[in-house]
């Protein structure tokens, strides 16, 4: 428990602030054979839980497309992750031209800002072997399963496929 709560620590230190969209696939230990995945959900400041089951399908999706197989039982990875939405505040400001003049419209908006700290683990060792950490204003917030595939896949794109 105690080695969980030490890899943990600089994923829920991602959740709270408000890193560059940063996505790093580490190198793993040369003779090591991954094959199999299961997908936990840290439950952070801020997570939402009505998001897990699309998120975890979407992980699952992408890593099988990879040639991984999902397991709750002796996985050779760990997939854990920290998923966040927020409202913000925002400003909207447009140009208004009246008579020759140029006016500038100000209006007070509400946006969403969404967090994601991603690992991928050795289930054994506990190695880091991929991270991801993404902070980034929605624009179009639709929460649909086929948009949850799709930004998962690319995220996880650079991450090799089972040996």
Known sequence: MRRYLLALLPLLSACTSTPEPSIQ???????????????????????????????????????????????????????????GLEQENGIELTPIAVGGTVYTQTRATEDERARLALRILDSKTQAVLFQAQINRQLHNPDMSQENFDRGVAKILEGFPPAR
Do not use: C, W
């Open 25 to 83: 696939v580490l190198q793993p230990t040369p003779g090591t054979s991954y094959q199999s995945f299961s997908v936990r959900a840290v439950r952070a400041s801020g997570h939402r839980m009505d998001l897990e089951q699309r998120f975890n399908q979407a992980v699952q999706n992408a890593l099988s497309a990879k040639g991984y197989r999902f397991t709750e039982t002796q996985p050779d990875m760990q997939v854990i992750y920290a998923l």
